[in-house]
């Protein structure tokens, strides 16, 4: 059975830091492609980052300079660095590992930047 755990959100002051993780279990991790995603109140989720199983990393504009995407194929875990944050950077933070046809989310982790 596969399960993808997310950890390191929190309560944090605008122009803090976090350090999300993602951490999943029967799996390969080192095959799947990793994604970060973010849902506020009210809004439809989006994509912040990801990493492909190669390496390559995409960021959505407004994280761009903020935010790295990166992962430890050996720990089995990816991680998302949040500096910077601001009050607009609250949201439920989910993890989704993909490869080919299939995907797998976290349960999600609440990160709250307070101004």
């Known amino acids: 059975q596969v399960q993808v755990v997310e950890s390191g959100g929190g309560l944090v002051q605008a122009g803090g830091s976090l350090r999300l993780s993602c951490a999943p279990s029967?799996?390969?991790?080192?095959?799947?492609?990793m994604g970060w995603y973010r849902q506020a109140p009210g809004k439809p989720r989006e994509l912040v980052a990801s990493?492909?199983?190669?390496?390559?990393?995409l960021y959505r504009d407004s994280v761009k300079g903020r935010f790295t995407i990166s992962r430890d194929n050996s720990k089995n875990t990816g991680y998302l660095q949040m500096d910077s944050l601001k009050p607009e950077d609250t949201a439920v933070y989910y993890c989704?590992?993909?490869?080919?046809?299939?995907?797998?989310w976290g349960q999600g982790t609440q990160v709250t930047v307070s101004s």
């Open positions: 989704n590992l993909r490869q080919g046809v299939y995907g797998y």
């Open positions: 029967g799996i390969i991790f080192s095959l799947y492609d």
């Open positions: 990493i492909t199983s190669r390496g390559n990393s």
